[in-house]
């Protein structure tokens, strides 16, 4: 997969909250909504991003990527927490809930530099189209919550589980969210349900329409849930249920720590580390959950593969801070046969002058066969900016000779970046400002 040329510079984000958004219910094309989580350098975003596909074959998916600017009661940087998309009176709406923060910069020490605290429990509603955010209060909402899971339809949220850091607990929340959306101002209401579950850190895939799996989290901080709940709807009425616990592999079972991801299609891929013991102690082994029942082979069932890992494990702690940033799709929408060409070898772009291997400059010399970090808010890929000379071009910032504050402010901003071929010709371009001749008094004559 690539991103297009006129897409913003996505940052390697660490657990944000994502979701996929339709223009409207009976839109066929996805967007998927990137909002807030930690920064390779410790940071937490606020920002939010819209990812769209703009081509794809059987080979190769293009992205476009946008920041999206908000306005009003804009949600703090924080991580953790969920973006849901509800529809209502034929428009839709974003909620953001939940997460966890910095302590407030006034209580910032060193030593408690990197001090989390839970967010307030408000709801914020984001409107796409216009960047306008709203941030409501419910009484019904009295702790904040983080890891929690969260389920929308239509005009309805539900809040499941999650983990307060305030009395460190995993309550057995469940909470009905409803938002109306008529032509004024949008209401929101909030119901406390019966029948919640104590669970943080949890993946949640879709088996069919009326039916969730939640699968793996925490009930406790040093203990994994292997239980397994069936979540249904029937109408407007929600039941959970446990299900038949999955045969879980010995290791899976004795392994403190594990992570994954929704698939799509009632699929979990799940992560736990390797055995300290052997040769690579940063091997992590992989599996393959199926929720859903269809004409998957035996082999497919019994999937693991096992992957070096690259990240040092002191930078992360275990248990929710363990999950990383992914999202899913259906496995369907990325299938050949729909609207999108198909591969055509005569349009596949030339890899060694796209994407992060080129040859920014005559004096280029970033190796294409390592991937070393350059700055620190890089994890294992030089870092670029975009210059806009003619039609554009990417350049390595190490190149340029650009210091990590001067990147980071030429990314932030709106400013036009010339690179160090072309900055004389910008140059050249500008026209000079006009200056008025100097007015001089007339001698006097003796």
Not at 170 to 191: E, F, H, K, M, Q
Not at 297 to 305: H, L, S, V
Not at 345 to 358: F, K, Q
Request: charged fraction near 25%; charge should be negative.
């Amino acid at each position: 997969a690539v991103f297009s040329k006129d897409s913003c510079y996505l940052p390697p984000l660490r657990y944000p909250a994502t979701c996929t958004f339709k223009g409207g219910l009976e839109s066929e094309r996805q967007q998927y909504i990137i909002h807030g989580g930690k920064t390779p350098n410790n940071e937490l975003s606020d920002k939010m991003y819209v990812m769209s596909v703009v081509c794809k074959n059987n080979k190769k998916v293009t992205f476009r990527c946008t920041e999206k600017d908000l306005v009003g009661d804009v949600p703090e940087a924080r991580y953790g927490h969920s973006i849901d998309v509800v529809y209502s009176r034929g428009k839709s709406m974003g909620v953001v809930f939940g997460g966890r923060s910095y302590i407030p910069s006034a209580q910032r020490i060193t030593e408690k530099w990197n001090s989390v605290a839970d967010c307030l429990p408000h709801i914020f509603l984001v409107d796409f189209e216009f960047g306008c955010s709203t941030s409501y209060i419910l009484p019904e909402l009295q702790d904040g919550l983080s890891f929690h899971v969260s389920i929308a339809r239509n005009d309805t949220i539900y809040i499941l589980g999650g983990h307060s850091l305030a009395n460190n607990i995993r309550p057995a929340n469940l909470y009905r969210i409803r938002v109306d959306l008529p032509l004024g101002s949008p209401a929101v209401n909030c119901t406390v349900l019966p029948g919640g579950i104590s669970v943080s850190s949890a993946i949640l895939t879709q088996t069919s329409n009326d039916e969730f799996v939640i699968v793996g989290g925490y009930q406790l901080e040093n203990q994994k849930r292997m239980v397994c709940n069936i979540i249904s709807f029937e109408d407007n009425k929600i039941e959970i249920r446990e299900m038949e616990t999955p045969d879980w592999t010995p290791d899976i079972k004795h392994s403190k720590i594990w992570f994954g991801s929704n698939m799509g299609n009632g699929t979990i891929f799940l992560g736990i580390p390797g055995d300290n013991k052997q040769a690579v102690s940063e091997t992590y082994y992989f599996y393959m959950l199926k929720c859903a029942e269809d004409d998957m082979n035996e082999d497919q069932k019994a999937f693991t593969n096992s992957q070096t890992s690259t990240e040092d494990p002191g930078d992360s702690t275990p248990f929710e801070d363990s999950e990383e940033f992914c999202f899913s799709a259906e496995a369907n929408s990325f299938n050949g046969d729909d609207e999108f060409d198909t591969y055509n070898e005569d349009d596949e772009e030339d890899e060694s002058v796209t994407g992060y291997w080129i040859t920014c400059c005559s004096t280029c010399d970033v190796d294409i066969n390592t991937w070393v970090p350059f700055y620190s808010t890089e994890l294992n890929k030089p870092a670029m900016i975009y210059c806009s000379h003619g039609d554009g071009h990417w350049v390595h910032a190490q190149c340029m000779d650009l210091a990590e504050r001067t990147l980071i402010q030429l990314s932030e901003g709106s400013n036009k970046y010339y690179c160090n071929e072309h900055v004389k010709i910008a140059r050249a371009l500008q026209t000079p400002k006009q200056v008025l001749p100097l007015k001089r008094p007339p001698l006097k004559s003796l």
